[in-house]
C-alpha cells in the first residue's frame, strides 16, 4: 500500500495538477476550432480553413507583409500566397497557451510549421479569439 501512495505522490510532482486537466466547454471549443483549422488546411480548402475567422470588415490579420484588414482581404490574401496545395503543404500547430481573457475573448499562442516539396517554413502566430452568436472565432491573427 505504501508503494501505491510514494508512486502516486510522485505522479503528482512529474504531472502536477493543473486547471489544463480541465478544460471548460469554450476552451474546449476554442481547441476544436484549431483543429478545424488544420483539417481543413491539409485538405487543400481555404475556403473551410477560412471559416474559422470572422466574417467581418473588422477582421485583422498581421503578417511580415503587413496588416490586411477585413475578411474577404484575408481570403484574397491566403489564396494568392497559397494557391495550390503544393504551395500549401501540410500544416502543423504546437499549441504553446490558451488564456481565458473574460467570457468573451481568448487570447492563443502557438507555433506553426508547414511540411512542403518546395521547403518547410514556420513561425509563431498569437489570435485573438472572441465568442459571437455563440461559437469561437478568431478576430486578430498576428502570425510571422
Given at each position: 500500500m505504501r508503494s501505491v501512495k510514494k508512486a502516486i505522490a510522485s505522479l503528482f510532482l512529474i504531472f502536477p495538477f493543473s486547471p489544463s486537466f480541465a478544460q471548460?466547454?469554450?476552451?474546449?471549443?476554442?481547441?476544436?476550432?484549431?483543429?478545424?483549422?488544420?483539417?481543413?488546411?491539409?485538405?487543400?480548402?481555404?475556403?473551410?480553413?477560412?471559416?474559422?475567422?470572422?466574417r467581418s470588415d473588422s477582421l485583422t490579420f498581421i503578417s511580415r507583409d503587413g496588416i490586411?484588414?477585413?475578411?474577404?482581404?484575408?481570403?484574397?490574401?491566403y489564396k494568392k500566397n497559397y494557391s495550390d496545395t503544393?504551395?500549401?503543404?501540410?500544416?502543423?500547430f504546437e499549441l504553446i497557451s490558451l488564456e481565458k481573457l473574460s467570457p468573451e475573448?481568448?487570447?492563443?499562442?502557438?507555433?506553426?510549421?508547414?511540411?512542403?516539396?518546395?521547403?518547410?517554413?514556420?513561425?509563431?502566430?498569437?489570435?485573438?479569439?472572441r465568442k459571437i452568436n455563440s461559437g469561437w472565432v478568431i478576430v486578430v491573427d498576428h502570425t510571422s
Open positions: 471548460s466547454p469554450d476552451e474546449f471549443a476554442v481547441r476544436k476550432v484549431l483543429a478545424s483549422q488544420v483539417q481543413a488546411w491539409n485538405r487543400g480548402n481555404i475556403d473551410d480553413f477560412m471559416k474559422t475567422y470572422w490586411t484588414r477585413g475578411y474577404e482581404a484575408t481570403l484574397h490574401r503544393a504551395a500549401m503543404g501540410k500544416l502543423f475573448y481568448y487570447f492563443v499562442t502557438g507555433k506553426w510549421k508547414l511540411k512542403r516539396s518546395s521547403g518547410d517554413i514556420g513561425g509563431i502566430y498569437t489570435l485573438l479569439f
